[in-house]
Nanobody, 118 residues
Framework: QVQLVESGGGLVQAGGSLRLSCSAS????????MGWYRQAPGKQREQVAT???????NYADSVKDRFTISRDNAKNTVYLQMNSLKPEDTAVYYC????????????WGQGTQVTVSS
């Protein structure tokens, strides 16, 4: 099993920056890839950025060139550096891990609120 804990959310003005962290514990050796997702009020959860175990990254078009996902394998942590934040980035941000434990599984963190004021 894999447990995820996010941190780093908060309130920031438009144009500002935040860095989210997601720390993994448990069967971390079985993690295949991790990612950040977000859900705004009244909207579906959407993928923001993902990173594979080999470090290959993928971004939603809406955050390209503004957000950067990275991982520190020694600390079992994945980060999301968010720059040039916009009010439309306001959402609850969730960390997700895909891992294998008897079968392919998915674990989600509890979410962290990001609010960008105009």
């Amino acid at each position: 099993q894999v447990q995820l804990v996010e941190s780093g959310g908060g309130l920031v003005q438009a144009g500002g920056s935040l860095r989210l962290s997601c720390s993994a514990s448990g069967s971390i050796f079985s993690i295949n890839g991790m990612g950040w997702y977000r859900q705004a009020p009244g909207k579906q959860r959407e993928q923001v950025a993902t990173i594979t175990s080999n470090g290959i990254t993928n971004y939603a078009d809406s955050v390209k060139d503004r957000f950067t996902i990275s991982r520190d394998n020694a600390k079992n942590t994945v980060y999301l550096q968010m720059n040039s934040l916009k009010p439309e980035d306001t959402a609850v941000y969730y960390c997700k891990a895909n891992y294998f434990y008897i079968a392919s599984r998915t674990s989600w963190g509890q979410g962290t609120q990001v609010t960008v004021s105009s």
